[in-house]
């Protein structure tokens, strides 16, 4: 049987960036089966069963606190997680605010009157814009995507404030990738099966006909992988 990936968001075929993820669904093999799962339906906040979870670009959310258990919970249960843009976002504050005792960190974009805001405005908005990204060697996303620097596409215009990228650090999440103007570009939990984000979108080029990038087929391979005991 197929195994279940929920793709967790808003979907919006308007946005370019949502119809390259479509078409990299399109893509996926048959051994997964795609599940688009809305942030305010009754399915986001009943992921069991689920083999991997997607949380895809689109914030602010329609229920960013349904986005917030989904990634705690598969953290939890060490579920093979991919978090992409507002996915990358959102997994930072997730892990901030369960691995490195900020409780208290916000999105600036949904608490725009924030002084100091966990995730940041950029200095220079990267809508729509490609940068060289670099990965870190010895991480795991260096081991998927190789330490050669690449271009990568963005649609995003915040990222991880200084003292977020501080806090998450000092809890053990590992900054796997940098680039110019975005900072912090890759995380990842190095204790858990498959848990990584990146601000920039594997998904571009999928309606060029491009395979699909080694970090998404990486992240259905873990999917597919036998299920690991949830953390105590």
């Given amino acids: 049987m197929p195994v279940p990936i929920a793709l967790l968001g ?5 946005l370019p960036t949502h119809r390259e993820l479509a078409a990299a669904v399109d893509m996926f093999p048959p051994a997964v089966e795609a599940r688009w799962v809305g942030t305010d339906s009754a399915a986001a906040r009943s ?20 986005v917030d258990a989904a990634i705690g919970w598969a953290l939890e249960r060490r579920v093979a997680f991919l978090g992409t843009c507002g996915g990358f976002q959102y997994a930072a504050l997730a892990l901030a605010r369960r691995l490195a005792g900020r409780g208290d960190a916000v999105h600036g974009e949904v608490e725009p009157g924030e002084p100091d805001p966990a995730v940041a405005p950029l200095a220079c908005s990267l809508v729509g814009q490609e940068r060289t990204v670099r990965c870190v060697p010895g991480t795991r996303l260096a081991a998927i995507c190789g ?8 649609w995003c215009g915040y990222g991880l404030s200084d003292g977020l990228v501080a806090a998450l650090e000092g809890a053990g999440v590992v900054i796997s990738a940098h680039a110019p103007d975005a900072g912090a570009e890759g995380l990842e939990v190095p204790d858990h099966p498959f848990f990584l984000a990146t601000l920039f979108q594997p998904q571009v080029g999928s309606l060029a006909g491009r395979p699909l990038h080694a970090l998404i087929e990486s992240f259905l391979e873990a999917s597919c992988a036998p299920a ?3 953390m105590d």
């Avoid at 808003?10 to 308007?14: A, G, I, K, Q, T």
């Avoid at 992921?47 to 349904?66: E, K, M, Q, T």
């Avoid at 330490?147 to 963005?154: E, K, M, Y």
Wanted: no cysteine; net charge negative.
């Fill in 10 to 14: 808003d979907l919006d075929l308007d």
């Fill in 47 to 66: 992921l069991d069963g689920i083999g991997g979870l997607w949380v895809f670009p689109g914030s602010p959310y329609r229920d960013d606190d349904a």
């Fill in 147 to 154: 330490t050669a620097p690449f271009t990568g596409f963005h």
């Fill in 228 to 230: 690991e005991q949830p």
